[in-house]
């Protein structure tokens, strides 16, 4: 499943994306939840991105979680879905940040996601877009 978030009016605006379909004007954050082949090929042809697989993800070393290709910053870690449940599950999730947007690839449900798109909702300047300056490494 494909879901964008864009900046719309000064308001974060969350919707769905079709096989197909282009990005929706201030897209800013693409997110790929449990995504099969033809869904991240779609977004990687939007985005020139090349995403990577759900196997790429899980056999990531240690050293390799961040890395640079041409101008988007790739993150992979480990995270908890469901830790206040008797049965948690530990996936990954990719962080791929370029110019234009970010872009979340991941195979299970953390509650993080759901929250930081709800707080999106309520404070759309967290989704400042690419103008922002982003206090963490003082550039643009």
Known sequence: MITVHARIDGRVVEQPLGLGDPLPPGT??????????SERAHVGALTGCDLPTREEMKEIEASSQLYTEGEAIYMTSPIIARADSPHPEQGELTFVLTPRHMITVRFNEPRSVTTFAARTMRQPELLAGRRARCSACSTR
Do not use: A, Y
Not at 28 to 37: A, G, K, S
């Open 28 to 37: 800013v954050w693409i997110d790929l939840l449990r995504p099969d082949e």
